[in-house]
């Protein structure tokens, strides 16, 4: 039986080799680099990103973009750290930001699905209005000294080796591959990102759909920035600026149109995998980290253009491979 | 109701109104600040204005493309970084040879975007995000974290900023608004004049319909980029001149707030409506905003980024709501027109692409 080699074929499979081209260099240039230690470590430094990363998948194959994340995560903590200085106990503050961050997820698909407003511009206001609103609430204070058992839920392992938003991470990761890969819902925001109005001629809540994804990822983002806010043991007006960025480029590099309709969940987890662990092993190597951005931003670009370049080739190769079959034949 | 639609297009009513809006928001905080209405309010936003403007019209010809450029931010603190770096070391450069050295550098930048963007089919957002990146890690390599200092600038580029180009009664119109203003006019009058302008409009309004009918779409493309990196190369000279100390995070935010004041003034995210003079009303209105806010004691200057984010919304959605309906009515009209056997209106301005 001849092997199947169609998957590396695949973007998913071009991922997967560069992924162990990657840690098999780190794990030989570095004695002790694939120890489970190592990889939570390694997980737990960009834990909240890689979580938003998960509801952006859905977003951005439903051919949305929703580039607010960053600020809803600020916005959230902020909001819970604003409660709690007010004298809140610690469990309703946390309740406080996680709804703010519902609110403003409501808020979001209120403009995009009832005002029908496109997600760029609507999350563009949001990027700046809920950093704003974060600012709003602590001005330009730091909020600390949360309980004790706070700051540990963001710090310590939990279960075995495992902090808490390890394993919510793991949690969310396999309820998005089953809704986004096995579900009707999931064929939906396929369909809908391929073509809308075929989505809608067909009988699917185009609307529905995505007001739903947006105030999800705003939840989920508010959730991100609680476990952000554990993790520092502080929250400020500017904390996660400028994460948008980092968690769109891990979703784009899965292979994930920006068109919407293809990717898949796993290329995802493939690409955060990679950036990880290119970071990680660029860290090693005392690059800085603004050398490890430029770099992530052009695996970004070239992740698209190689494709992009190698279809003209191809196509070229086919079209004069199928010219010397014409003169052949008319030979 | 005729006349007025016969000597208006629905954007050129868009920009009175915002016209009407800035006068409105004016005489809102000259009710509620002590000595408004003086010429150093109009020399504080005149100054603050200039940069953003000059940036967001290359954002504007981009968008009117359909495309995005995120990667100006970068691109205006690498210029502002690089010349004040040569300035600092040679100080006999000639004026000239500085601005055209900052125009040169940004339009290297741009058409970078511009060859990824057109001719390797790359989308824009992911290039300009990848490059917003990689120009500010170049940069920071480069530097070495040392800044440009003030003092080591020349003293021609330091008192730059309070040389007056003319004074218009009491207002100072100072030199680096003026040459905002300039760059304005131009490249508004090229995009409502020249095939290449109107091409915009075409590619933007239908990408599929220019292609077929034969436009050099990726040519036009390509250029977009390389003049919103030449502008926002002179924004970088601008942004050097204004505040002489430069770090390398100089210009962080500014693709952000150049898309704001692009879609606050009435450009159309997808492509295909808007205009320049648009982009530099909305970067005024965001910068009244901006200053008034600061000074207003009765709420908390914080405020600033939420009200900007509602802004946005309220703009764009009367834009939507609106001018949808604005344009029905034209529309309508001009079936009437053209159904009565007489050639219809010669349409012009922005309203082309409608």
């Known amino acids: 039986m001849r092997p199947d080699w169609s998957i590396f074929r695949r973007w998913e499979g071009l991922l997967l080799i560069l992924l162990i081209l990657i840690v098999g260099y780190n794990a030989l240039s570095t004695p002790g680099y694939l120890t489970v230690g190592n990889w939570v470590n390694l997980f737990q430094l960009s834990i909240e990103k890689i979580i938003v990363a998960l509801i952006m998948t859905f977003i951005i194959i439903n051919a949305e973009i929703d580039l607010s994340v960053a600020s809803v995560m600020g916005f959230s903590a902020c909001m819970m750290g604003f409660l709690f200085a007010g004298g809140m106990p610690m469990e309703w503050a946390i309740a406080g930001g996680l709804l703010a961050g519902f609110v403003a997820g409501l808020f979001n698909s209120f403009w995009i699905g009832i005002v029908g407003l496109p997600s760029l511009v609507v999350t563009l206001a949001g990027l700046i209005g809920y950093r704003g609103l974060a600012y709003v609430l602590l001005e330009d204070r730091s909020i600390g000294e949360f309980p004790a058992w706070f700051d540990r839920l963001g710090q310590q392992p939990l279960i075995g080796p495992f902090p808490l938003a390890l394993i919510v991470f793991f949690v969310l990761l396999i309820f998005a591959i089953i809704v986004l890969q096995y579900s009707g819902f999931g064929r939906y925001v396929y369909v809908i990102g391929n073509s809308k109005d075929v989505a809608r001629y067909s009988g699917v809540r185009v609307r529905r759909t995505k007001m739903i994804l947006f105030v999800v990822s705003s939840t989920v983002a508010a959730l991100a920035g609680i476990l952000y806010a554990a993790r520092l043991g502080a929250v400020r007006g500017d904390m996660a600026l400028g994460f948008e960025l980092d968690i769109i480029t891990m979703v784009l590099l899965g292979g994930v149109s920006i068109f919407g309709g293809t990717g898949t969940m796993w290329g995802v987890l493939l690409s955060v995998l990679i950036i990880l662990n290119l970071r990680n092993g660029m860290g090693l190597a005392n690059f800085s980290g603004h050398v490890q951005t430029g770099v992530i931003g052009v695996l970004l670009i070239l992740s698209v253009l190689v494709p992009n370049l190698a279809g003209t080739v191809q196509a070229a190769l086919k079209r004069r491979r199928a010219r010397t079959v014409e003169v052949v034949a008319a030979e | ?354």
């Not at chain 2, 010429?39 to 940036?55: E, L, M």
């Not at chain 2, 995009?191 to 239908?206: C, D, F, H, Q, T």
């Open chain 2, 1 to 354: 109701m005729n006349t007025i639609r016969r000597r208006f297009q629905p954007e050129q009513i868009r920009e009175l109104v915002l016209i009407a809006l800035i006068i409105g928001i004016l005489i809102f905080f000259g009710t509620q600040i002590d000595n408004y209405f003086s010429p150093r309010t109009f020399t504080r936003i005149s100054t603050s204005v200039a940069v953003i403007a000059v940036v967001a019209v290359g954002q504007t010809l981009v968008i009117l493309t359909r495309n995005i450029d995120l990667s100006v931010g970068s691109i205006v603190g690498f210029t502002a970084y690089i010349v004040g770096t040569i300035l600092s070391i040679n100080n006999d450069i000639p004026p000239v040879a500085v601005v055209l050295m900052a125009v040169a550098m940004g339009a290297v930048m741009g058409s970078i975007n511009g060859l990824l963007v057109a001719y390797g089919r790359v989308p824009a957002i992911i290039v300009t995000l990848g490059t917003l990146a990689i120009f500010r890690t170049v940069l920071v390599e480069i530097s070495g974290a040392n800044s440009v200092l003030t003092n080591e600038l020349p003293r021609w580029l330091v008192n730059l900023p309070p040389v007056n180009a003319f004074t218009l009664g009491p207002l100072d119109i100072r030199l680096l608004f003026f040459l905002a203003v300039v760059v304005v006019i131009i490249f508004q009058l090229v995009v409502s004049y020249l095939p290449w302008g109107r091409r915009l409009y075409a590619i933007g309004s239908n990408p599929d319909a220019a292609r077929v009918a034969g436009f050099p779409a990726q040519r036009i493309i390509f250029t977009a980029f390389v003049l919103s990196g030449a502008l926002a190369g002179l924004g970088g000279f601008m942004f050097l001149a204004r505040f002489g100390n430069i770090t390398v995070v100089a210009g962080q935010g500014i693709e952000l707030q150049s898309v704001a004041a692009a879609v606050v003034g009435g450009v159309n995210i997808n492509g295909g409506l808007g205009s320049p003079f648009g982009a530099f009303l909305g970067a005024i209105l965001i910068d009244v905003l901006d200053n008034s806010l600061i000074r207003w004691l009765a709420i908390s200057e914080f405020w600033r980024d939420a009200l900007l984010g509602l802004l946005i919304l309220l703009a764009v959605a009367t834009d939507t709501v609106i001018m949808n309906r604005l344009r029905k009515v034209w529309a309508r009209h001009e079936l009437q027109v053209s159904g009565d056997g007489e050639p219809p209106a010669e349409k012009g301005g922005a309203g082309y692409a409608a």
